[in-house]
Each structure stands twice: as C-alpha cells, then as structure tokens.
C-alpha cells in the first residue's frame, strides 16, 4: 500500500481520450485553451487533426460542440475546468445540450477544492448542483485513473448528454484495471458493513475506505459504496444499504448542498427515512492552499467521515 | 433570376407571414415583428437554395439551417409547412400544451428544426459546429442562420465571430436581420450595434449588405457566400420590422404582441391584398 500508484482523473482522462482514440474515430475532442492542464493535450498529441481549440470561450464551445452533435456524424467531447462548464457555461448547456439532449461529453476537470493554490475562482464546489437540476443530464464522478478510464469509454458509448467529473489532485488508483468493471448507474460496494453506510464519490471514496479502517480498529463496521454515477442514481443500493445499516454517511468534495449528500437524502427521504451525515463542503466558498491543508480545513479527510459515522450510528440509536 | 421566379418567391414570403400572424394569433401570443422581417430571407433559402427534403428531414447530407433568434419560429414553422415538414392547419396549435410547436424552435419534436433555439446567442455557435462537423467529415452540405441585430449584444455572438473566422468555416453564411428595433426600442438608443458590417469584417468574415426584401439581392449575397473561400459570409440585411402588415412596421410594440380579432383581420386582410397584387 506504501507506493500505491497516484494519478490525477484529469490525467486519465486525457489518456483514455488518447486510447480511444485509436479504438473510435467518431469522436473530436474540443477544449478552451487549457489542454495542458484538461489534459486533452494528450489526445492532441496523437490526433492533431481530432482536436479544436476554442479558444477562451466555453460559452460557445459548448455549443459548437451541439452543433457538431446535431449532424449525427461526430461525438463531441469538450472540455475546461468544472466551474467554467458547469459554472459560467450552465445555461448553455441547460438549453443548448440538455433540452434538446445531444450527444456531448462534457469533460470537466479541475472539480472541487483539490484544486489547491489557485484559489476559491478556480475550485467548483457546486458543479453537481447545477448539472443535477438538467433534465436527462447523466453525471459521472469517477474515484481513480482506472475508473476514470472506463467512464470515459461508457460515456462514449451511451447516446446522449453526460458530465465527467474530474480532478486535478494525483490520487492514489485503488481499483484493480484488470477486474475493474464500470456499469453506468450503478453504485459499487466495495466493502460490505453493518453498522452504517457510506457513500462516497470522487477522491472521498479513497478517503473512505481509510475511514473504513479506522473505524473497524474501534469495532464499527461500516459499508463503502462508490458511487460513481450521481446521476441517474443508484436508488436501489441506497435503499438496500439504508434498510440494512440505518445510518448513511455521504462523502464528496463538493458543496453538501446539492451534490452527492443531497441526491441520497432525496432518495431517503422519499423512500426510506434515515439518519444522514453528510460531509462535504459546509455552505462556503474555497481559498488557495496546499491541498492537504484544505481538505483537513473543509472537513474533507478519512477522519471527518469517521466522525460523520459515528454521528449516524448515534442517530439511529437515539 | 427571372421576374417569375422573383414573384413566386414573393408570393411564398407572403404565405410565410400569413401562417406566422395565424400562429401568433391563435396562441394569442408570439414575436410577429421580427417573423415579418425574415420571411423573404426565409421564402428564399427554402425554395431556392436549400437541399432539404421533408420526406427525409434527417438526411446527414441536407443543408442546415439555424434560427438563432428562436423568437421568429412563426416564421420558421410556417416555411416548413409550406415546404411539406407538416401540415398547414397545425400552425394553428402554436404554443399550446399539446402542440409539437413550442414558443421557441425545439428540435427533439418539430420535423425540419435543425436547432434548438430560442436563448439568443447560442444558434449561431451551433451553426459554427455544423459547419465544422461537414469540413471535417467532408461533406458538401451548407449551414445557413438568421440572427438579429438586437441579439449581437450577447458576447456569444462575438465568440462564435471569432471561431467562425479563425475555422475557416467558408460552408457557413450568416444573416442578421437588421431591422433596427429591440424590445426596448430602437437598437441603436438600447445598446449600439452599429456598424455591423464593420464590426464582422473587422472579425474577418466576408461582409455583404442587402436590402433584406429584395430577393435578387438575397441571391446575390447567397452565391456570393457559395463560392467565397476561406471566409464565412455574413449578410447585413437591411428589414423593416413588420414588414407587410402597416400598423406593425417599426414598430417596437409589436416585438411580442399578438393582435386581436379586428387586427389580424386587417393584417390578413393587406397581406392577401399585397399578395394579389404580385399577379395584377
């Protein structure tokens, strides 16, 4: 575990596009002057002619992109940071993307405050929020590189609107690239529990399964569920999950308010009310920082979902 | 073109404004001014230049066409039930719960919208990617969208000028309907748009300006657009708001107004008249 391997989703990203590239040729990759750090340069490398930069304009790359879609003939990725697809660019892809849902893969990077030094401007912490109110839109937030790269490819596969969620941060590839499987919709267990749940997306889900470990050296044995495809969700699971533990925790490096934590009490709440603890981002914009500095700040470490889970299990007894 | 041709055209256009008004007027709601001041723009590229078939409206190799002001859909469902998409009587159903014709072009439900559109700004960006999609995949179809003069305010039009220009996107041409009016008054009192020709040569484009009811200088912009290399075409045709129908020509107040019995009558009334007077 000691030199477990880390690399960015971002990273993997511009890799799997790369990959795929060779796989497919119906699909162009758009970005808006920040292939180098999207990493779709790593795709314009190898298929120069495939790649369009846009320029400092999301708004109209998202919609250049819908054009390319509505001919049937290419499947456009197009990619920026996260707050400038689903931020500065949400009405464009509200009404140019999801109501006529076309065929675009939005690949969105830099999600989230593992952004670090650059600051509260640069770290979405709502992206989930926005995407999640589009009608039809799906919204993958993939745990490591090798999920990253399966989610590239299903997403490539599967006809219609879909958000990749990505991150700059290097993290830690738990997933095993050879069993891995990835099925679109459907959250993983991977780690079984009694006492409570948790269920994590993106960089918490490592995060979680720490927590996990921790938690067992004081005999709570708690579930870890990735759920990597926020939308549409794994209703079913979170019920099971519910019903089986009694107490949820959700973890995501996101605002708590609209994401991942909001998606599973929805689903709860309507189905099977719980006890929740959500951690995540507590209603406040990010700061620049070393990255460990702010996770530990924001409640985003192994340590908070533990706490979390002990709160839940304190609920549910009460 | 021959006079024939011309009055034919003409004749379409007035067809065109005639089911625009219809809709309007039984939803008792939509944007009459501005579907007045495209409809010979619209009679021209439906019926003389675009390779569109409405048995196969999916057709990959179809020529495009994108109404980046949405809030013309009269005009633009009326061209298509002219050119057969579906029928005339369904113009009637406009903005209703029930009705394939919603208050802004919608793609997914109306056969012959090639685009989405209605949040201005975006059509012409789409445009922008059909075109790129045929260079790229080396198709021979054209893309073709109207957008107006009130909506150059959006900064996306002015990203779109750019990528447009910077793409090379020569298969695409551009009108904007320039008939000087915004909902708030006259575009150049709301926010200055003017010159707009300058404004997109100075972005590169290959510039024309027309007089936007003249169907031999509509040709003239069209060919010059076919055969204009390296460059998109964009045509600054000068309209008149409501043109066709007296008490709504330049008139603001009639951006997004639907008349009343007596005024629709009256409209029906001197567009029929206009109409028949071609043949005198």
């Known amino acids: 575990m000691a030199d477990i391997k880390k690399i960015a989703t971002r990273e993997a990203y511009g890799e799997a596009l790369a990959e795929l590239g060779a796989k497919y040729d119906n699909f162009v990759v758009l970005d808006a002057d920040l292939a180098a750090a999207t990493k779709t340069g790593t795709f314009k490398k190898k298929f120069p002619e495939r790649h369009f930069d846009c320029g400092i304009q999301e708004g109209n790359m998202m919609l250049v992109a819908a054009g390319i879609a509505t001919t049937g003939l290419l499947v456009p990725f197009a990619s920026t940071f996260a707050m400038f697809a689903a931020g ?24 989230g405050i593992s952004v670090g030094e650059d600051g509260a401007t640069h770290q979405c912490n709502e992206d989930i929020g926005t995407m999640r109110t589009i009608p039809g839109m799906t919204i993958i937030s993939p745990a490591d590189a090798v999920e990253t790269k399966a989610a590239v490819e299903a997403a490539l596969l599967y006809n219609g609107p879909v958000y990749i969620r990505l991150g700059r941060l290097a993290v830690p590839v738990f997933n095993d690239p050879d069993n891995y499987k990835f099925e679109l919709g459907k959250g993983i267990v991977l780690a079984d529990g009694s006492d409570a749940a948790i269920f994590a997306t993106g960089i918490m889900v490592n995060a979680a399964m720490k927590a996990r470990e921790s938690l067992l050296a004081e005999g709570i044995d708690a579930a870890v569920i990735n759920i990597h495809t926020i939308k549409p969700i794994d209703e079913e699971l979170i019920v099971k999950y519910a019903e089986k533990t009694g107490a949820i925790v959700t973890a995501e490096e996101h605002q708590i308010i609209g994401g991942l934590g909001s ?28 990255v460990p500095a702010l996770l530990e700040e924001y409640g985003l470490t192994p340590a908070d979902i533990a706490a979390g889970v002990k709160a839940a299990i304190a609920a549910k007894n009460k | 073109m021959d006079q024939a041709k011309i009055k034919e055209l003409k004749k379409i256009s007035y067809d065109i404004k005639l089911g625009a008004i219809e809709a309007v007027y039984s939803a008792n709601s939509g944007h009459p001014g ?45 061209v298509l039930s002219l050119k057969g998409f579906f029928p005339r009587e369904d113009l009637k159903t406009f903005r209703q719960a029930d009705s394939y014709l919603q208050g802004h072009p919608d793609m997914k439900h109306t056969p012959g919208v090639d685009m989405t559109s209605g949040s201005l700004g975006l059509g012409i960006s789409a445009a922008c990617g059909m075109a ?60 200055n748009t003017e010159s707009i020709a300058d404004k997109f040569r100075a972005f590169n484009w290959n510039v024309v300006e027309i007089d936007g009811h003249d169907m031999e200088a509509i040709e003239a912009a069209v060919e010059l657009a076919k055969v204009t290399k390296g460059k998109p075409t964009m045509v600054v045709a000068h309209t008149i708001k409501g043109k066709g129908v007296s008490y709504m020509e330049n008139s603001c107040g009639w951006h997004g107004k639907a008349p009343n019995a007596e005024e629709y009558a009256q409209a029906v009334a001197e567009l029929e008249a206009a109409k028949a007077e071609l043949d005198k």
Request: hydrophobic share 35%; net charge negative.
């Open chain 2, 132 to 191: 790129l999609a045929a260079k790229y995949c080396g198709k021979t179809y054209r893309v073709w969208a109207v957008m107006g003069d009130g909506e150059l305010g959006e900064g996306q039009c002015w990203e779109a000028a750019l990528f447009a220009a910077h793409y090379k996107l020569d298969n695409l041409c551009a009108f904007v309907d320039d008939n000087g009016l915004q909902i708030d008054g006259p575009t150049k009192e709301v926010m």
């Open chain 1, 263 to 290: 998606a599973v009490c929805e689903v709860l709440a309507e189905n099977h009310p719980t006890p929740v603890k959500r951690i995540g981002i507590k209603d406040k914009f990010g700061k620049s920082g070393k």
């Open chain 1, 88 to 111: 500065r660019a949400y009405e464009q892809i509200r009404n140019g993307i999801g109501y006529p849902h076309l065929n675009v893969k939005i690949g969105a990077t830099h999600a």
């Open chain 2, 34 to 78: 501005g579907s007045l001041s495209i409809s010979d723009i619209l009679a021209y590229l439906y019926f003389n230049e675009m390779n569109v078939d409405p048995k196969d409206p999916d057709c990959v190799d179809r020529d495009r066409f994108v109404l980046s002001k949405g809030h013309c859909a009269p005009a633009l469902y009326s």
